[in-house]
């Protein structure tokens, strides 16, 4: 006779819960409300949809913890590092010369660590990671055709013609930062793309992010795109003598298209024969450095570098201005503490790509795409401060989730494994 037992499955092969689905249609909620920008669509106070969109996604993400033991990752030491240095930020109110400004930075900064945390543990398998990357790689596009209809129509322009757009793509320099990850993840999601009318329509993608990151004219934005195209270009090349002319020739085909636009954004910035803008960034680092240096532990507190500039600007600098360097405004505000934090933790995500699972052409599509990426904000933060920008956190996320998949012959062989117990505990024998 046969006793009724039910089968004790595995943690391993447990159900993914609803509310972790949930969660994972929250982040990509997100990531479309971010980019389309919704909320700056009328000339009314900005509606903040993509944060509400957020808050739900962690809503959800708890409920899958409370209702159905979903284990939650912090994310490794990238996570560990990432929540020491938003407590830095907080606590740098303590001693910041403007305390109500650090602490909104470092309120409004918990957003960006609640979104690398979702990232992290929604992002639980492939599909979900070719699914993240797809819609970013769509969502890319919005801004590049919202950047073109500035430039159309006479809108959103500054700097003798430099196109931008609403909210977090006003800035130009912000706009071709986007563009360039844009870029990145409509190579990765065409390669991961199935069918042959999907990875033509990413072809066709590419045209309006080239352009509209012509229409910044930023040459920070132009130098990273030409690193991320020439890493995703690697791959092709296995002797040194090969990639070194292809890299002549492709750079040769690059500066003669953006040539023009460089020239034009250098002309344009010039004064007295003296380049404004590099200037105005070469003060900017000197005063930064000037704080890191007074004040090496602490750092002047975050939010609060253009207030602290008058008394560390060197005598011959300009105007107050922001930073133009993601790893000085992490220096000048947080002190060294802050800026080694910020770099183990991208480091870590970097090592978590290198190690990520599996071996297959899938893998390793999204290891390049996702190193192109991050290449690109390592290029773009050498002139812009980007320590609190929604792509190094959605970025960073993937690379510690692609770390913790297990590759697919681990798995396969675990199911195999586990399967002999079950079908021995629910016949009862």
């Known amino acids: 006779m046969y006793a009724t037992v039910s089968p004790a499955v595995p943690r391993r092969l447990k159900a993914v819960s609803p509310t972790a689905g949930l969660a994972f249609g929250g982040l990509l909620l997100f990531i479309a409300l971010v980019y389309s920008n919704p909320g700056n669509w009328f000339e009314q106070e900005p509606v903040p949809f993509a944060k509400v969109a957020a808050g739900l996604a962690l809503v959800a993400l708890a409920g899958s913890w409370l209702l159905y033991g979903h284990r939650l990752r912090v994310g490794g030491w990238a996570g560990v590092c990432l929540i020491t240095m938003f407590g830095l930020i907080g606590l740098s109110t303590l001693w910041s010369p403007w305390s109500s400004a650090t602490l909104s930075t470092f309120l409004d900064g918990l957003k960006y660590l609640a979104i690398f945390f979702v990232t992290v543990n929604v992002l639980t398998s492939r599909e979900r990671i070719r699914t993240f990357i797809a819609t970013l790689a769509w969502a890319s596009v919005i801004p590049a055709l919202g950047c073109i209809k500035s430039w159309i129509v006479g809108e959103h322009l500054v700097e003798n013609g430099r196109a931008g757009w609403i909210g977090v793509f006003e800035n130009p320099n912000d706009m071709a930062y986007y563009l360039v990850i844009g870029i990145a993840m409509v190579l990765t999601a065409r390669e991961l793309a199935e069918k042959r009318s999907t990875r033509v329509a990413f072809a066709i993608a590419l045209a309006p992010l080239f352009f509209a990151l012509m229409l910044t004219k930023s040459r920070g934005g132009m130098l990273a795109t030409g690193a991320v195209l020439f890493v995703w270009c690697l791959r092709w090349f296995k002797h040194a003598r090969a990639l070194a002319v292809f890299a002549v020739v492709v750079g040769g085909l690059f500066y003669s298209i953006a040539s023009s636009t460089w020239k034009e954004r250098t002309w344009s910035s010039t004064a007295y024969g003296q380049d404004v803008s590099a200037k105005g960034r070469i003060d900017a680092w000197r005063t930064g450095m000037n704080m890191a240096l007074d004040r090496p532990w602490t750092g002047v507190g975050a939010g609060a570098f253009m207030v602290a500039w008058p008394e560390y600007a ?91 998949l297990r590759p697919k012959r681990q798995q396969a062989s675990a199911v195999r494994r586990d399967l002999p117990q079950l079908a021995s505990v629910s016949s009862g024998a």
């Open 314 to 404: 060197p005598g011959d600098a300009g105007a107050a201005r922001t930073q133009h360097n993601t790893f000085i405004q992490l220096i000048s505000e947080l002190g060294f503490p802050g800026l080694l934090l910020f770099l183990t933790a991208f480091a870590t995500g970097l090592a978590a790509l290198r190690g990520s699972a599996g071996g297959s052409v899938e893998d390793a599509h999204i290891r390049r795409g996702v190193l192109c990426a991050l290449v690109g904000f390592t290029v773009c933060s050498l002139t812009g401060g980007l320590a609190y920008s929604w792509p190094f956190y959605l970025l960073t996320g993937v690379a510690v989730a692609m770390g913790a």
